[in-house]
Each structure stands twice: as C-alpha cells, then as structure tokens.
C-alpha cells in the first residue's frame, strides 16, 4: 500500500503541481522524478494539511502548517 504522508520535514508553501497516482508509469514511478510515487516529494490529490487550488485545469498543492 503506497502512502504519501511523511516527506515535508521542512515548510514549503510554494504551489507545486500535483502528482495523480494514474500519472504514474507501470511501475508506479512518478512522471516528476522518475522514482517511485510513493517516496517521491511530489504532492498527491488526496494528502492531509495540504491546500488545494486549480488553474488552468491543473491542480496545484501546497503544504499548510498542521498544529
Ligand atoms: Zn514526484
């Protein structure tokens, strides 16, 4: 089971865009960073304390502080 929690040991507030599992080739390997989507830094659609935003039909995150 693959899981995106645990990757954002330093604030990063910059809108990155976000990484959809479907995106990922055969081997589950991010488009990004070309290694697996489940210990890349990308940004899922689905990920707790992270904010949201579209544009141009593109979703876009970035981490919010969590406490
Ligand atoms: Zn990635």
Redesign the pocket.
Known sequence: MKQKFRHFSRPNNTFAKV?FAVECDEDGN?P??HIDYAE???LGPTMPNVEYEWRNGIMYGRKIADD
């Open positions: 990484v991010c990004n960073c890349c830094p990308c």
